[in-house]
């Protein structure tokens, strides 16, 4: 295998963020319009934190007990999330995956978000590498053949 892709080649870079004085229930449906099931939490361009359903499935949990509860992102999301560099190999993001419980990883460089990593952007990558295991265009997703696409349609 001559390329390996790297995350930067693979991520998402248009990114759903929230902010921390967001109120929970506005993240909630901007997750859900967006169809994302989890989204960094950013200040001034800096991520702060990660908001997922879980995270959010737990505040309806808690509402067996009282009331549904409010407040903003901040009070709960994951502060100092995990996180990736965009120069990371595909097969470290995969290792970060295969031992943690995470769906996606936000890609940072410094405090600065630049783009999320997912498992289902592994697994494309890998399938590709697979497919062109001499090397091929790796940038914003080019590496989807049609075919590739289709059958990750099913």
């Given at each position: 295998m001559s390329h390996v892709p790297t995350v930067e080649t693979?991520?998402?870079k248009k990114v759903v963020t929230l902010s921390p004085d967001l109120d929970i229930y506005d993240a909630i449906?901007?997750?859900m319009k967006h169809d994302v099931?989890?989204?960094?939490?950013?200040?001034?361009?800096?991520?702060?934190?990660m908001l997922s359903e879980k995270d959010?499935?737990?505040?309806?949990?808690?509402?067996?007990?009282?009331?549904i509860p409010g407040g903003t992102v901040a009070e709960y999301m994951i502060m100092h999330p995990e996180t990736i560099g965009p120069k990371a190999d595909l097969f470290t993001v995969a290792g970060i995956f295969m031992h943690r419980a995470y769906r996606?990883?936000?890609v940072?460089?410094?405090d600065e978000l630049c783009g999320v990593v997912s498992r289902t952007d592994v697994l494309r990558a890998s399938v590709e590498l697979w497919k062109y295991p001499d090397g091929r265009d790796w940038t914003d997703s080019t590496y989807l053949t049609k075919e590739l696409k289709a059958m990750l349609k099913r």
């Open positions: 693979i991520m998402t449906i901007k997750m099931s989890g989204a960094p939490v950013v200040e001034e361009g800096c991520l702060v934190g959010c499935m737990g505040i309806f949990a808690s509402a067996a007990y009282s009331n996606r990883l936000p940072v460089e410094g």
